[in-house]
């Protein structure tokens, strides 16, 4: 009688214990790749990942990080994104249970792609008066459209990790490529371009406390001409010109992860 009434109570206590003691199914972590076309994946050839117009490809370094990371992707970045497009267009996913973000975006804003499409057309043209232009609105103009755009993130994923992703700079100084012409001097400048698009970025970003992840230094030995280019020259069709090709998005990738783990 004494053990039957010991064993119900024993039963119970031990059944609470192991209850309380099973491990719970930890929810998966969720990826929000955010920006434009240096996201997206263009010019990898290669736009399988849905059927947008966004050129979001499968090759693309938030497809690759995601894999590695075991996460959920949401891949919102789209080819010829403004912050205003990120802001108005980009954002639904972000939430209090949101792992990760990463952002690109910027290079649109201060009309880029016009830029260098001007640098690529033959003598007598020039691209001085672009150049100066779009720096002066990297200095002027995109800090405030950044802010926004990072305090918008923080705001609706409070609890993510916030990867800010910058733009290499494009040439070595070589002219390799017979059908644009950018001489040694804009190329030159055009980097410097880039250098100032860089740092202002990575102060906005660390004014938010978000890493920011340079692709500077690594991408350099693999420029446009470089014997290993993980950027793109004047190609056909135009759209994949100036982009990381698949190299490049796995040198992103190699980038980003350890950011987004950091």
Known sequence: MLLRRLTVPL???????????????????????LGDSYSSGTGTREYAYDSSSCQRSNYAYPVLD?????????FAACSGATVSNVLSGQLGSLNANTTYVTVSAGGNDIGWASVITQCAKPWPYTC????DAAEN?????????LDQLYARIRSLAPN??????GYPRLFNGEECNIIARISPGEQAEL?????????????RAA????????ARGPFTGHAVCDDVEWLNGTSNPLS??????RAGHVGYANLVEPALRS
Request: charged letters at 10%; proline letters at 4%; glycine letters at 4%.
């Open 191 to 203: 980097n410097a371009a880039a250098d100032l698009l860089a740092t202002t970025t990575q102060a």
């Open 66 to 74: 995601a894999a590695r990371l075991g996460a959920t992707l949401s």
């Open 137 to 145: 609105k990297i200095r002027n103009t995109l800090p405030a459209s």
């Open 207 to 214: 004014a938010h406390g978000f890493r920011f992840v340079d």
């Open 240 to 245: 994949e010109s100036y982009h990381p090709n």
């Open 11 to 33: 039963v119970a206590a031990l059944a609470a214990v192991f209850l309380t003691a099973a491990p719970g199914h930890a929810a998966a972590a969720s990826y929000t790749a």
């Open 160 to 165: 993510a990790k916030v990867v800010v992703v």
């Open 128 to 131: 001085w008066a672009e150049i």
